[in-house]
DNA sequence: GTCTATAACGTGATAGAC
DNA sequence: GTCTATCACGTTATAGAC
């Protein structure tokens, strides 16, 4: 039946998928050709653009990420700035990267789309139905700049001092700043001076 | 001496670099063709890249902010969060929006390393000397990182809630959390507006 | 001799014919 | 599914204008 074929087509589907992510982390987007891709899962050029439309949605669909970070934003919201820090920088080599040639690449509309969705709907959205205080919503949305920040320092403009940093400094300094964003209130630290 | 004909080539450097600043900022830098440039300009596409030596050369050479960032860091440490969160959300749609091409382009070689010193030299290493306590160098650069945060929600990602926040509402949340990093033991007496 | 213009090359993504 | 054509791009070779 159709069955049979449909198998065959998302394998074909899958390996250039896979083909498309290890390259696209590794030389970024336009460094990367459609022919490096196809070569690279065995297949003609062609069907790479036959079967996802373009070489932007065979970006975009080639990365999976979302539910991984989704899952560091879990736990107690007491400690999420130290948790978040650390989950960034233990990822730098590995599933940060794609987000570094997503950002470089967000200059096509397509990318530029679930870019944003990534970082607003992903991480601040996620948030802000558990914050409490004012302008929780604000709070969210600014958390998740932070967030973007350090990504940033690790994986886009490389800030070498940053990535070769010990890492606990790095959660010290960063997660607590990020901490004050979530938790205005609530201070982490000893000296508790609330007037 | 060499005057007559340095003015004139000059005066059509500049022209094209006036040209390419505008465009690259409106469009982005791969949107941008040489041809484009050329046409504002209203000068041949070949001497475009004849004067410059290549496109990623020119867009380098066409953003000049360095001088105008670098006096936002000025002034007092102790209200420095404050301040330069203010002149970020002030600039975001002058003078910023270029910031958000190079981070785009950043695949490139050549603009990868001007983002990397503009980031690292002009934020970072333009304070250290000025931070007092442990870890100066880091809290330098994470102090950058942050700022990139919030740079990239108003002009990489286009954070729409950021962007339309009351001004001061970002200046109190992302500003005290860049005080954080700046002077970890001072603790800003503004604390009652949160409680 | 330096600056400018024309025309062409190489390469990339993609659309259409087979 | 594969092959080939098309089109836009950055860039260069070459030769003319001052």
């Given at each position: 039946?159709?069955?049979?074929?449909?198998?065959?087509?998302?394998?074909?589907?899958?390996?250039?998928?896979?083909?498309?992510?290890?390259?696209?982390?590794?030389?970024?987007?336009?460094?990367?050709?459609?022919?490096?891709?196809?070569?690279?899962?065995?297949?003609?050029?062609?069907?790479?653009?036959?079967?996802?439309?373009?070489?932007?949605?065979?970006?975009?669909?080639?990365?999976?990420?979302?539910?991984?970070?989704?899952?560091?934003?879990?736990?107690?919201?007491?400690?999420?700035?130290?948790?978040?820090?650390r989950a960034l920088l233990r990822n730098q080599r590995n599933g940060l990267p794609i987000w570094g040639a997503m950002v470089r690449a967000s200059g096509r509309a397509d990318i530029h789309e679930h870019l944003k969705r990534?970082?607003?709907?992903?991480?601040?959205?996620?948030?802000?139905?558990?914050?409490?205080?004012?302008?929780?919503?604000?709070?969210?949305?600014?958390f998740a700049a932070q967030l973007v920040g350090i990504m940033s320092a690790l994986v886009v403009y490389d800030d070498e001092f940053v990535m070769s940093a010990p890492v606990e400094s790095v959660v010290m300094y960063y997660g607590r700043s990020l901490q004050l964003t979530l938790t205005p209130n609530i201070d982490p630290g000893k000296r508790q001076d609330l007037t």
């Amino acid at each position: 039946m159709a069955a049979a074929h449909t198998d065959r087509s998302s394998a074909v589907k899958d390996s250039i998928r896979e083909s498309a992510r290890r390259l696209f982390t590794e030389r970024g987007f336009e460094a990367t050709g459609v022919r490096d891709i196809a070569a690279d899962a065995g297949v003609n050029p062609a069907i790479v653009i036959r079967h996802f439309g373009s070489k932007e949605r065979l970006f975009v669909l080639s990365i999976d990420a979302p539910a991984k970070w989704q899952a560091m934003l879990e736990g107690p919201l007491e400690t999420l700035g130290e948790r978040a820090t650390r989950a960034l920088l233990r990822n730098q080599r590995n599933g940060l990267p794609i987000w570094g040639a997503m950002v470089r690449a967000s200059g096509r509309a397509d990318i530029h789309e679930h870019l944003k969705r990534s970082v607003v709907a992903l991480f601040a959205e996620t948030l802000v139905d558990r914050l409490d205080g004012p302008d929780a919503e604000l709070r969210a949305h600014l958390f998740a700049a932070q967030l973007v920040g350090i990504m940033s320092a690790l994986v886009v403009y490389d800030d070498e001092f940053v990535m070769s940093a010990p890492v606990e400094s790095v959660v010290m300094y960063y997660g607590r700043s990020l901490q004050l964003t979530l938790t205005p209130n609530i201070d982490p630290g000893k000296r508790q001076d609330l007037t």
